[in-house]
């Protein structure tokens, strides 16, 4: 009798462990398309990006946007620095409001990584789905005039 208590204590907590791991995995699975932005894009997103020379070698890059139309549900900017073989950086960026109906976002690196940084605004999409509206900084600034 022992014995059938024992597997039945067995189950019921491998049956508590999945009932637990498909509650918290609800919210984990998300989905997100990544779409490039060209400059033409981002004026009528009505995105800006701009920098200036921080430091020696350094340059300060920023992002600013009104979130309205397509970008309304934003809920993060993300900067990544490197290839997606070899990445060094990988952040969300805190966000402020220069103005009440606009977000602004920056960050610093040395010159050669701009380059390989990109800023992505993330915008949520439905309740699993997620848009990247991904921006190549160096699509958008003039390296050597930042310097």
């Avoid at 699975?29 to 990544?34: C, D, R, T, V, Y």
């Avoid at 779409?35 to 990006?49: C, F, H, P, Q, R």
């Avoid at 920023?62 to 309205?68: A, L, Q, S, V, Y």
Wanted: aromatic fraction near 6%; charge should be neutral.
């Amino acid at each position: 009798m022992s014995d059938t208590i024992n597997r039945r204590e067995a189950v019921m907590t491998l049956v508590a462990a999945g009932i637990v791991s498909l509650a918290s995995s609800e919210q984990c699975f998300a989905l997100q398309f990544n779409k490039d932005v060209s400059k033409d894009e981002a004026k009528k997103l009505g995105v800006a990006i701009r920098s200036n020379r921080d430091g020696d070698n350094g340059i300060k890059v920023w992002i600013e946007f009104e979130p309205k139309a397509e970008l309304k549900k934003f809920t993060q900017v993300i900067v990544a620095i490197g290839s997606s073989g070899k990445r060094m950086v990988f952040a969300p960026l805190m966000t402020s409001h220069p103005t009440p109906e606009s977000v602004s976002a920056h960050f610093s690196t040395d010159a050669a990584n701009v380059p390989a940084s990109v800023l992505t605004i993330v915008v949520q999409d439905a309740e699993r789905t997620r848009i990247g509206y991904q921006f190549k900084v160096q699509d958008f600034i003039e390296i050597e005039k930042s310097r």
